[in-house]
C-alpha cells in the first residue's frame, strides 16, 4: 500500500513521469536511464560495503587497495557518467529541432500568461492563460518576458524554459495523446508565483483548426440580459486594461478576455470559471491573488459586480 501511494504521485495533469509528449518521453527515459544507473551503483557500493565489514582475515595489501581505489572510485563512475552524458548529448538534436508551420508566443507577466497564435498565413490570435495545441505536430514556442524572469513548464509535455527580460528564448514541444494538462511558472517571480499555472488542451488537428478559427473572431453577440454589464465593465474602466474584441475595450495592459468564458480556468489557472468565482476575483483580486496589478472593485454594489461577471459568462 505505501508503494501504491507513492505511485500515484508518477501520474496525473502535471507529471513529468507520466509524458504526454515527445520531448517529456525523451526527458522520462534519460530520468529512468539515470535512476537504473544510479540503483545499481548504490546496490554496488552497498555491497562492498557489507563485504568490507564482515571481511575477516589479512588487511589488505597497498597494491590491493589502490587497484581498488582506481578501479572502483575512478575508472567505472567515470565510464558510468560518460555513457550517460553520451545518451544525454544524443538527445539534443531531436529534442532542439525545428518546430512546424505553427508559431505561439507566451509572455510571462506579474503573474499571468499573454499567448498568441502566429498560424501560417493567417493574422496574429490574441489569448491568455491558456493554450491549445493539436496532436502530433510540433509547436514551436518563443518566449519572453516584460518584468522579472519567470519559466514556462509543462511537465507532461515538455522540459522547461526560462523568459529573461530583454531577450526571447524558443521551445518546441510536439503533443503525443489528447487531454488536458497543467503548466506552471517554475522559477520565483514574486509574491503570487504559485497562483500562475495555465492549462493546456491537446487536442485533433482539425478540432484545433475550428478552435482556432473560432479564437479569432470577435466575442459573440452580447446577449439582452448582458448588456447591463458590458456597460458596467466599460463604464468603471475595465476595457483600458482589457481587450474583448468585438466592444470599446481596446486594453492591453492585462489578459485579453475576448473569449473567456471559453477558458477552464481565471486567474491564471487558479480557480474554476464560474460566475460566483469571477465575481469574487473582480471584488477580491487583492486578496485571492496578492501583488496582483489588477485593482479590487470590491466598492462597487454587489449587482453591478454580478452584471459583470455574468456578461464575462457569454464570452465564447
Request: hydrophobic residues 50%; glycine residues 10%.
Amino acid at each position: 500500500m505505501p508503494l501504491a501511494g507513492l505511485l500515484t504521485g508518477c501520474g496525473g495533469v502535471q507529471s513529468a513521469l507520466d509524458p504526454a509528449g515527445f520531448e517529456a518521453e525523451q526527458v522520462a527515459r534519460l530520468f529512468w536511464a539515470m535512476l537504473i544507473a544510479s540503483g545499481v551503483i548504490w546496490v554496488l557500493v552497498l555491497g562492498l560495503a557489507s563485504y568490507a565489514a564482515r571481511r575477516r582475515g589479512q588487511p589488505w595489501s597497498q597494491q590491493g587497495a589502490s587497484r581498488l581505489i582506481v578501479w572502483a572510485g575512478a575508472v567505472v563512475p567515470t565510464l558510468l557518467l560518460a555513457v550517460l552524458l553520451f545518451y544525454g548529448l544524443r538527445l539534443m538534436p531531436e529534442l532542439r529541432a525545428p518546430g512546424g508551420p505553427l508559431r505561439v508566443h507566451v509572455e510571462g507577466e506579474q503573474f499571468w500568461w499573454r499567448v498568441r497564435y502566429h498560424p501560417p498565413g493567417g493574422a496574429p490570435v490574441e489569448s491568455a492563460n491558456a493554450l491549445v495545441l493539436p496532436v502530433g505536430q510540433r509547436v514551436e514556442f518563443s518566449l519572453s518576458t516584460r518584468d522579472v524572469i519567470h519559466s514556462f513548464w509543462v511537465p507532461a509535455l515538455g522540459g522547461k524554459m526560462d523568459m529573461i527580460p530583454g531577450r526571447t528564448n524558443r521551445l518546441v514541444l510536439e503533443p503525443t495523446r489528447t487531454g488536458e494538462f497543467r503548466g506552471a511558472c517554475a522559477e520565483l517571480c514574486g509574491a503570487s508565483h504559485a497562483l500562475m499555472a495555465f492549462t493546456v488542451r491537446v487536442v485533433e488537428p482539425a478540432e484545433f483548426e475550428a478552435w482556432l478559427a473560432r479564437e479569432a473572431a470577435p466575442a459573440a453577440a452580447v446577449e439582452p440580459a448582458a448588456q447591463a454589464g458590458e456597460a458596467a465593465f466599460l463604464a468603471n474602466g475595465c476595457g483600458a486594461c482589457h481587450s474583448v474584441r468585438g466592444t470599446a475595450a481596446r486594453g492591453d495592459i492585462g489578459p485579453d478576455l475576448t473569449h473567456l468564458a471559453s477558458r477552464p480556468t481565471i486567474g491564471a489557472g487558479i480557480l474554476e470559471n464560474s460566475a460566483e468565482n469571477r465575481a469574487a476575483f473582480i471584488a477580491r483580486v487583492d486578496q485571492i491573488k496578492p501583488s496582483a496589478r489588477m485593482p479590487a472593485y470590491g466598492t462597487l454594489p454587489e449587482t453591478e459586480i454580478a452584471a459583470i461577471a455574468a456578461w464575462l459568462g457569454t464570452l465564447r
